[in-house]
């Protein structure tokens, strides 16, 4: 079989025939026609008089394929086209043919290069067409809109092709040449500085970038830059780099950035807020500082409700707290804004200063509540109620669900006591000046239960050793839960004189209560320590739970103290004496004693405590028989002798 000819729109399409089919075919018609002075009608494609003009269109086309002018029609087609290859061999062959290079062809190969991906071959030829755009067609093609191009546009035109392919590199090159080619007043500048900026940052240069940011002449873009600035450095966590520009000039733009970012940003995350920190903190603005963790911290307490945001508060209040200590001490404080949402501890604190307002108020003066001062004691009571919160959620997480994580001081407590953290409870109370009662009268009420009940169970243990106080302390030949349990209320008792005379005496009434409410004995070293601090009442209390034998043998050994007699076992400083201060004896306690025992059966016990009693008080009755004698003749004494002196003087 023999092959057939293919069909003539079977045959590939060359370049030449394509060049032709559009401008090139229109273009050597037109000159056709007025060469040879013919109709416009037998110019059409299907014209049968091709022949007459073939050699001027020969010639005509030879023109536009090879110019001996600044006109490359054929180049600007294949530019337009896509045809990037094609473009540099045609370039390359009219450089064998002539070795003088215009702008325009410069141009050419500055867009072949840069689409075929040479971008540094494409950078040099597009700066050598810069010398040249005086030329009609360079103009042209480098023009969008057909307008005339200076040289600062014909940069940002390099501008906007670099960013099509991302060649940071080259338009920070594009803007270098563009800076130092333009005047100061040129209103490109600030354009180029901050082209200049942002491909800086892009190539991780921050040194550049940031001169490039504070060399923008426009304060708007140089806020935009500043902004972008802030921005990158945070997402890539180059806190220390960020803080360590000097930023002349624009110190409060800058914290006013992080601040609104701080503020309208996530606040799980908190980066804006560590970084507003460290910048103040590298500035040495410690006060400013501690406000930034305070009101971070506050945020943190007010939106979010979880053990992150439990964690984080902890570390803001830590924050706070140690820029403050930098400070000198009369300057260690913050201004809080007036009506402003604020922490459990603060709260407390503006609801006494609004009482004392209002009470003001009524009596006719006018203040002006504008600020709050907050003190590091007021961080520190935050603190604590941000750990007792943190341990409930650590040790009894079914307790702290919701919003009792934002509970107020006197609840918090009340949870830590029931959840058996004692140490932390103790620390709250004493920091809030909370009672202490229901302290002690929990462990109380626990150690007697463990005393009941010999199987200890595992959450008994559990709660001991969350406290610190008696983990640390606890005596090895100790073996059951009961005497740990009662170790840590003896270990209470020698610690709470370091609180005060109110706290010895909430410990001494609230555990013995407690004790013989619970039907127990009281131990004796806290009935050693009851009669060192308050002898008085442990009688009373005695009386009160009908507990006659024990109060009589306190009320005889508390006669014979008064006396002289082991007196060191009662805590009095002097027995009775005449050049001594009084001493105080609950007699009437006393009496109601005695009344109470006298109505037992002759012969018992109660009985026989009562005639010792009535004996102890007619001895003791002598002794103050003879103390007032004794006190009578040393004031009379004393009269005459200041009498006799009086009359030897005159």
């Known amino acids: 079989m023999v092959p057939t000819r293919p069909q003539q729109s079977e045959l590939p399409l060359s370049l030449l025939k394509f060049f032709l089919s559009d401008v090139g075919g229109r273009l050597l018609r037109l000159m056709l026609m007025q060469s040879c002075h013919l109709s416009p009608s037998l110019l059409t494609e299907k014209c049968p008089y091709w022949s007459v003009g073939l050699p001027v269109a020969v010639s005509t086309l030879l023109y536009l394929l090879w110019p001996e002018k600044q006109e490359l029609v054929f180049g600007e087609f294949l530019m337009a086209q896509c045809q990037y290859a094609p473009l540099q061999l045609y370039l390359d062959l009219m450089a064998s043919l002539s070795p003088d290079c215009t702008g325009t062809v410069c141009f050419l190969r500055g867009q072949s290069f840069l689409h075929c991906g040479e971008l540094a ?47 940071s590199d080259l338009i920070v090159q594009v803007t270098s040449a563009a800076l130092s080619d333009s005047s100061v007043d040129n209103e490109n500048m600030p354009t180029f500085w901050s082209g200049k900026f942002k491909h800086l940052l892009e190539l991780n240069d921050l040194e550049g970038a940031y001169t490039a940011m504070i060399s923008n002449p426009d304060p708007v873009r140089r806020k935009d830059c500043l902004r972008r600035f802030i921005v990158v450095l945070c997402e890539h966590g180059r806190v220390k780099e960020l803080c360590s520009f000097p930023y002349v000039g624009l110190q409060d733009e800058v914290v006013s950035l992080i601040e609104l970012r701080a503020r309208s940003s996530d606040l799980s995350a908190g980066v804006y807020y560590d970084l507003l920190y460290s910048f103040h903190v590298t500035r040495r603005s410690f006060r400013r500082a501690a406000f930034t963790m305070y ?75 504008s600020v709050h001062v907050i003190e590091i004691t007021e961080l520190q009571k935050e603190y604590s109620l941000v750990l007792a919160r943190l341990k409930l959620v650590q040790h009894v ?21 029931q959840a058996g953290l004692f140490d932390m ?30 199987n200890a169970e595992r959450e008994d243990w559990e709660w001991l050793s969350w406290n610190d106080s008696i983990k640390n302390s606890m005596t090895k030949d100790l073996s059951s839960v009961a005497e740990q349990a009662w170790q840590m209320l003896q270990l209470y008792q020698r610690q709470v004189p370091s609180f005060g005379m109110e706290v010895v005496h909430a410990f001494h009434n609230s555990v013995a209560r407690r004790l013989l409410f619970l039907g127990s004995v009281l131990p004796q070293w806290l009935i050693d320590s009851y009669l060192r601090h308050f002898p008085s009442e442990l009688l009373q209390l005695y009386l009160q739970f009908n507990l006659l034998n024990e109060a009589g043998t306190l009320a005889l050994g508390y006669i014979t103290a008064v006396q002289g007699r082991g007196r060191e076992y009662y805590g009095l400083k002097n027995a009775v004496h005449a050049n001594k201060p009084a001493v105080y004896l609950p007699f009437t306690v006393i009496e109601q004693l005695v009344v109470a025992l006298e109505g037992a059966s002759p012969g018992s016990t109660e009985y026989e405590l009562a005639e010792m009693l009535q004996e102890h008080l007619s001895q003791y009755n002598m002794v103050i028989d003879s103390v007032n004698k004794d006190v009578v003749d040393y004031r009379k004494t004393a009269g005459r002798l200041k009498l006799g002196s009086f009359g030897s003087k005159r």
Not at 147 to 161: A, H, P, Q
Not at 397 to 417: H, I, N, S
Request: aromatic share 8%; charged share 30%.
């Open 121 to 167: 071959k494409a950078h040099y030829w597009f700066m050598k067409a810069a010398c040249s755009l005086d030329e009609p067609c360079l103009l042209k093609m480098a023009s969008e809109d057909g307008s005339e191009i200076t040289r600062m546009g014909y940069y940002m035109k390099l501008m906007r092709m670099y960013e099509q392919v991302s060649a």
């Open 397 to 417: 997480p079914d307790l702290v669900t919701g919003d009792k994580r934002t509970l107020p001081a006197e609840e918090t407590l009340a949870l830590l006591v």
């Open 295 to 369: 009101e971070y911290a506050t945020r943190l307490a007010r939106e979010l409700n979880d053990l992150q945001s439990l964690q984080k508060q902890g570390k803001c209040y830590l924050a706070a707290m140690n820029a403050l200590r930098v400070v000198e001490k009369q300057s260690a404080w913050i201004v809080r804004p007036a009506g402003w949402d604020v922490g459990t501890a603060t709260r407390v604190q503006a609801a006494k200063r609004s009482r004392r307002r209002r009470q003001t108020e009524r009596k006719g003066h006018t203040s002006r509540p």
């Open 425 to 454: 409870a103790m620390d709250i109370a004493r920091m809030f000046k909370l009672q202490f009662d229901t302290i002690f009268e929990a462990l109380t009420s626990r150690c007697v239960k463990l005393s009941m009940n010999s």
